[in-house]
């Protein structure tokens, strides 16, 4: 239900409330913020999901309504649920916070959900298993960490895809995060894990709720950039 008392100001002194805590912290707070997530992300103009699915379909070769997704970091269900207007039909959904996963199953779109934090314990017992690995709004300091994406590799089937968006944050963990992550994915070429299928920046990710940390295109949006690797035939 929407809840008229949310308002962009409102929504921004709640972010920031939880600028520096820990995972364990973070994902309590969005058990908090599960029932005006979406709402609330509204507001502040969050078009992650809809580029992301969007970068996907312009990239994607299958048929859709076959293959089986893993959408990491689900939250509220957003990811899934644009999938399906694009003819997907088959979701598997893993999130660190309860409440986000109790918006999630309310979708009823997925055929399993499970309450997973990365970082902390195994992403899934499955390999090999997913035609397509979604992330989105997760990989960044503070959430998933770097060493959590051999493990979208890993649940990827032979020549599947995985999808991943970054935030670009201009603090001294945002780049820190970036470097890390940028290095982790080419290691990962190189070790034949898997291909680089292409890579493209977002236009205006959400409004910049962090005000002191300015992004380079000096106005008041965050940016970000888009991945798509293929996962090794063998
Ligand atoms: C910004 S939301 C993105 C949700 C959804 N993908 C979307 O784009 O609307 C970030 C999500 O990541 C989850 N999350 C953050 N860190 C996590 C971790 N280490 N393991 C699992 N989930 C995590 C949070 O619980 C939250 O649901």
Redesign the pocket.
């Given at each position: 239900m929407s809840d008229d008392s949310r308002t962009e100001n409102v929504v921004k002194t709640f972010i920031e409330s939880c600028s520096d805590v820990d995972?364990q912290q973070?994902?309590k707070f969005?058990d908090q913020w599960a029932e005006t997530?979406?709402q609330d992300?509204k507001l502040l103009g969050?078009s992650?999901?809809h580029q992301?699915v969007d970068f996907l379909n312009a990239n994607f070769s299958g048929s859709r309504e076959e293959v089986l997704v893993l959408?990491?970091?689900?939250?509220?269900g957003?990811?899934t649920k644009l999938m399906t207007e694009l003819g997907f039909r088959k979701f598997v959904g893993?999130?660190?916070?309860k409440g986000?996963l109790e918006q999630a199953a309310k979708t009823g779109l997925y055929q399993d959900l499970r309450q997973?934090?990365?970082?902390?314990e195994p992403l899934l017992g499955q390999t090999d298993a997913f035609d397509v690995v979604?992330?989105?709004?997760?990989l960044r300091d503070?959430?998933?960490?770097v060493s959590?994406v051999r493990e979208l590799c890993y649940a990827a089937k032979p020549g599947g895809y995985v999808c991943m968006s970054r935030v670009d944050l201009k603090s001294e963990s945002g780049a820190k995060y970036k470097a890390c992550l940028e290095k982790e994915l080419q290691l990962m070429e190189d070790e034949g894990l898997w291909t680089h299928v292409i890579s493209q920046e977002m236009n205006r990710y959400m409004i910049n709720v962090y005000n002191d940390r300015k992004d380079q295109h000096d106005d008041q949006y965050l940016y970000g950039t888009m991945y798509l690797y293929r996962k090794a035939l063998h």
């Open positions: 995972l973070r994902i969005y997530y979406e992300h969050y992650a999901p992301m959408d990491v970091a689900c939250g509220s957003w990811v893993v999130d660190g916070s986000m997973v934090l990365l970082g902390t979604m992330i989105v709004g997760a503070g959430f998933v960490p959590a």
